[in-house]
């Protein structure tokens, strides 16, 4: 009978920090811009330079601990992990080993097996590398150093998560989190958030951990959730077939649904860590983490809880919009504009995201001013236009810029409330179809409804509904 086993995970998460400038120097930490042109000498470790430590990181980081309900570390420093790869021209990276800034922390996460709570180990600093890009067609390696120094956090996760749909779970719920304190723009795309996945597997019941592999810089979350199923069960036929794991780093493709060994996983002594010489030890005040706590924002959870009970809007909606900020802030700018917050979520929901999805845009690069969407909102509930004319406004103002009400005027979407001018079109509409007129007085009162639609064909679709109701009733034998 075959064993059953459990996969046993821990992350490694890499979270470059929305800082202006590089930890250690004053190079800027904007993405791309041609290469080797956001360097100076301290980026790149030449002889005598001196590096200093740019105080919002360590704000950052202290954010994110508390965040986290970390224990901030009162006393810090940094290390030289030293080790030789040509995207690390100084042949060490700065980084925290022996004095973390941020320890013991959690983070709860909720799948469709309930809720979990994820432990935190610890956070530390340090830079992050250059980049390098391999050239097929001229089968050479170029080196950009413009990402060397800049700033990066590491949440080191315990190992508790159990599955892939933890892993992804807690990326999400982290991603959200960060968004919402602002210290990271986490685009996963540009490698802004990735993670390290140490994985195991060990007989169910078991508590001792099974010889674990590592696959490395993962930025998607389908990628990751496939890696972790597919390394979890290939460590399995290995062992299951009389073979043992080797601890080493592996690369996962994606193409293949499969990983494959790159080096054998090295161990901290392998790096001969250091104290870092150059940089002055930390001192921490109390008066400053109280700062920082009493300036944090409100958390996604807090906003969804306060919108349901301010706001009355359901449970559905307030999830749906924090679930990116910048939605939320929308959100919370149109009901100060237009005091409708039932509206200002179907909005949102409905044709933002409708809109989102067509044009392929994230939340994040949404750029649309609030005070537009409220005249357009103003027009379609003070009766200046319809649904229709409405959601043709708003998909103006995402693409355009548009203003609303030249909108409407140039495009004739103003509905029309002249009492004497729907009265012709109802008495035109009751002398060509008498047979309605019949159906009605006999009491089909569908009839009352093909006559109301042949009234709004005549003024294409731009009266009142009511005013066209009204009338037709009174004027109905």
Known sequence: MMTAYEIVVGLEVHVELATASKIFCGCTTEFGGDPNTHVCPVCTGMPGVLPVLNKKVLEFAIRVGLALDCAITRYGKFDRKNYFYPDLPKAYQTSQLFLPICTEGFLDIATESGSKRIGIHEIHMEEDAGKLIHDPWEDCTHIDYNRCGVPLIEIVSEPDFRSGEEVVAYLERLRELL??????????????MRADINLSV??????????????????????I??????????????????????QETRRWDDNKDSSFAMRSKENAQDYRYFPEPD?????????????????????????????????????????????????????????????????SANLIIGEIMRLLNKTGQTA??????????????????????????????????????????????????????????????VMQALELNPKSV???????????????????????GKADPQIVNRILKEMLP
């Open 179 to 192: 968004l919402y304190i602002g210290v990271s723009d986490c685009k996963m795309q540009e490698g802004s």
């Open 438 to 460: 019949e159906d009605y007085a006999a009491g089909k009162e569908k009839a009352f409804g093909f006559l109301v639609g042949q009234i709004m064909r005549v003024l294409k």
């Open 364 to 425: 994040e690069e949404l750029r649309i001013d609030p005070l537009k969407l409220a005249k357009a909102m103003e027009a379609v509930l003070g009766g200046f236009i319809n649904r229709n004319g409405y959601k043709e406004v708003i998909e103006a103002v995402f693409t355009t810029d548009a203003d609303p009400l030249v909108y409407i005027q140039q495009k004739g979407l103003a509905m029309i409330g002249d009492e004497e001018q729907i009265k012709t079109a």
């Open 279 to 343: 940089l002055l030890p930390m001192s921490i005040s109390e008066e400053w983490i109280a700062e920082i706590a009493r300036e944090m924002p409100e958390f996604a959870h807090q906003k969804r809880e306060r919108f349901i009970s301010q706001f009355e809007i359901s449970d559905y909606d307030a999830q749906m919009i924090t679930s990116e900020k910048p939605l939320c802030d929308l959100f919370e700018r149109l009901v100060q504009e237009t005091s409708q917050p039932k509206e």
């Open 225 to 246: 959730q496939r890696a972790v199923e597919c390394e979890a069960q290939r460590q399995i036929e290995l062992i299951e077939a009389g073979g043992k794991v080797v």
């Open 202 to 223: 060990r007989p169910v019941g078991s508590q001792q951990l099974g010889t674990r592999t590592e696959m490395k810089n993962m930025n998607s979350l389908k990628m």
